[in-house]
Nanobody
Framework: QLVESGGGLVQPGGSLRLACAIS????????IGWFRQAPGKEREFVAT????????IDADSVKGRFTITRDNAKNTLYLQMNSLEPEATAVYYC??????????????WGQGPQVTVSS
């Protein structure tokens, strides 16, 4: 089970940190990623991190502003989001699966917190 937290309302230029707590089974051998979906749009890849945290892939739209990390000892994934823009408004999902940018390669999904960037 994947349970996200940390969403909310933030002003443009602000920061938020999302967390994804993993329970029920070990996902140490899975990559874990973040995706987002805005109203009327398809689910979009944000970032993913390999099973030991040594490798990451970031979407071009978030490079230099978002950072994905994982703490396997705490069974938790994080997404630090800085310099947020209104275009980042979406429901954010964490997911576990392959080390890829394709959502169909991910097996387990969280419910997704809403992130709203607005003044």
């Amino acid at each position: 089970q994947l349970v996200e937290s940390g969403g909310g309302l933030v002003q443009p230029g602000g920061s938020l940190r999302l967390a994804c707590a993993i329970s029920g089974q070990t996902l140490d051998y899975y990559a874990i990623g973040w995706f987002r979906q805005a109203p009327g749009k398809e689910r979009e890849f944000v970032a993913t991190i390999g099973c030991i945290g040594a490798s990451t892939i970031d979407a071009d739209s978030v490079k230099g502003r978002f950072t994905i990390t994982r703490d396997n000892a705490k069974n938790t994934l994080y997404l630090q989001m800085n310099s947020l823009e209104p275009e980042a408004t979406a429901v954010y999902y964490c997911a576990a699966g392959g080390f890829t940018t394709t959502p169909y390669e991910y097996i387990y999904w969280g419910q997704g917190p809403q992130v709203t960037v607005s003044s």
